[in-house]
């Protein structure tokens, strides 16, 4: 079973609202990752869990909130965000360490603040 | 200089033929290579992972890799219209703790 889940699919939040989006993975990966993707860009990392640990801060605002409960679940808590945060969020698993590293993504959260 | 970089495209192939995509990384160290195919609108679907020097087919893909040259490419045999897509050059960095850096992509359109 290759596959990561993510919800909800599609979210549209105010600015002073309060959200999460969510992520699953059942593959026994030990690495999870969240991306934000703007349209006709790369994926941009935003964080990085390690043995449910958080690893990798790419300087994210800290309206984003990651948390990561248990191997398996990852969650990104919104808050007070901002239009040009409008995006594709994209969760993705791997299994950490050196090695193979692929990472499998979810089909992401398209998300629109307004 | 672009950690790895990728023609943007649009890269226009006729059906049946083959598409070469190139990617190009910075970091000698790097150890893992892959590429991501992207329909719009979509996430990234990993097709292929390479890690050494040589050729890996699977199936109508190719990954070829030179570490030399820091150069690693794809090629598109028998390509059909559900080819068309971004394909993203991904380049596992060893600095640090590592992460994946990703090539802006190749947007691919077959043409029937």
């Known amino acids: 079973d290759t596959e990561v889940t993510q919800t909800p699919k599609h979210l549209v939040m105010g600015m002073t609202n309060k959200k999460s989006l969510k992520c699953e993975q059942h593959?026994?990966?030990?690495?999870m990752y969240w991306y934000k993707q703007k349209a006709k860009k790369p994926p941009e990392l935003m964080f990085v869990?390690?043995?449910?640990?958080?690893?990798i801060n790419e300087s994210v605002p800290s309206r984003f909130s990651p948390e990561c409960p248990n191997s398996s679940l990852l969650n990104l808590h919104l808050h007070a965000l901002q239009p040009e945060d409008s995006a594709l969020y994209l969760c993705?698993?791997?299994?950490?360490?050196?090695?193979?590293?692929?990472?499998?993504f979810g089909p992401g959260t398209r998300l629109t603040v307004t | 200089q672009k950690e790895v970089e990728q023609n943007s495209g649009p890269l226009s192939v006729p059906e049946g033929a083959i598409a070469s995509l190139n990617c190009t990384y910075s970091?000698?160290?790097?150890?893992?290579f892959f590429w991501y195919r992207q329909y719009s609108g979509k996430s990234p679907e990993l097709i292929m992972s390479?890690?050494?020097?040589g050729d890996k087919e699977d199936g109508r893909f190719t990954a070829q890799l030179n570490k030399a040259s820091q150069y690693v490419s794809l090629l598109i045999r028998d390509s059909q219209p559900s080819d068309s897509a971004t394909y993203l050059c991904?380049?596992?960095?060893?600095?640090?703790?590592?992460?994946?850096?990703f090539g802006a992509g190749t947007q691919v359109v077959v043409t029937p």
């Open positions: 993705a698993s791997s299994q950490p360490g050196q090695g193979a590293r692929e990472q499998y």
């Open positions: 970091d000698r160290v790097s150890q893992s």
């Open positions: 593959m026994g990966h030990r690495a």
């Open positions: 390479i890690y050494s020097n």
């Open positions: 991904a380049v596992f960095r060893v600095r640090g703790w590592g992460k994946f850096q």
């Open positions: 869990y390690s043995y449910e640990k958080l690893s």
